[in-house]
């Protein structure tokens, strides 16, 4: 995960940014992954990391799946699927492991999608079965998924969001929504910036992050501040905000994204923010990465 925070300094930090991000903004590919972290279901004792990656191109929407074994770092299964090139928008795939059965069940025949994105937001069901035994469930028709599969509820409790990456397209604002902690609601984030003076003079281009309409961060001089940190508070969770629009304002005539990172802390609500840069970033319950690629 190429996009966590790599180098600490006096001013900020710097958000590196991932090798295929050119080409998804030269080509339009709008690409959103989660990774999930599940725990031990079916007859498997050692908890599972599925990466579930929706993708939209000029040919269509796909999704791939991917399961992983956290322990032993060994892939499990490896699958795409491309509903939208064919008739059915439902469907199933199984493999064998060696703890076990796993199944992929779909049904994406009435799914909604916010703003034509990839990713589904209501009228679906994704579900991974681990050995007869649900391990991931996504979606909003939970009845019909579990009726379908036959999957029992996990006795170890559902799966968790723990890493989310989406590539965002726009002139001056760009909005997504996530969920910052298991428990917490939906957020919508907007992020404003007039990135158009590759020199600006004081008083210049700023950026400006919302949550639901309110601002949570501001950063004026963006000339100088251009990489940075801070933390703000949602749900009474500690929220590190990093950012680096380097590219915006010194990026020339090629397709030019900004990185930002919106990482919870495990720390409790007690704790409070500090405003300035911390040498070590916290341990993360759940982080977003948002490539920001501005359009002309």
Not at 18 to 45: D, F, I, M
Not at 61 to 77: K, N, V
Not at 194 to 218: N, T
Request: hydrophobic share 40%; with cysteine.
């Amino acid at each position: 995960m190429r996009e966590f925070p790599s180098c600490f300094g006096e001013s900020g930090v710097q958000v590196a940014d991932s090798s295929g991000g050119g080409a998804t903004g030269k080509h339009g590919q709008n690409l959103v992954t989660c990774v999930y972290r599940t725990p031990p279901a079916g007859r498997r004792r050692r908890p599972c990391s599925i990466t579930v990656a929706w993708s939209k191109t000029m040919t269509g929407r796909s999704f791939s799946l991917q399961i992983e074994d956290t322990a032993a770092g060994d892939c499990l299964w490896k699958i795409d699927i491309k509903p939208w090139l064919f008739s059915g928008k439902k469907g199933s795939k199984s493999t064998a492991a060696e703890d076990g059965k796993i199944e992929l069940f779909w049904d994406l025949s009435a799914a909604k999608f916010a703003g034509g994105g990839p990713e589904p937001l209501s009228g679906f069901y994704l579900a991974v079965v681990f050995d007869a035994e649900m391990a991931l469930l996504l979606g909003d028709r939970n009845k019909e998924a579990y009726r379908r599969t036959g999957g029992a509820t996990p006795t170890s409790g559902a799966a968790a969001c723990v890493w989310k990456k989406e590539h965002l397209f726009g002139k001056r604002v760009f909005s997504t929504a996530a969920r910052f902690s298991a428990a917490g609601q939906p957020h919508e984030i907007a992020i404003e910036c007039d990135a158009a003076a590759a020199q600006p003079p004081v008083g210049g281009p700023s950026l400006e992050i919302r949550i639901d309409r309110r601002r949570a961060v501001e950063v004026k001089r963006l000339a100088w501040k251009f990489r940075g940190n801070q933390t703000i508070l949602v749900d009474g969770v500690p929220v590190e905000v990093f950012w680096d629009v380097h590219r915006w304002l010194f990026g020339g005539g090629a397709p030019a994204n900004a990185v930002f990172m919106f990482q919870s802390s495990t720390a409790g609500a007690a704790e409070k923010p500090s405003p300035l840069p911390e040498k070590k970033p916290r341990a993360a319950a759940f982080s977003l990465v948002l490539h920001a690629w501005r359009t002309e």
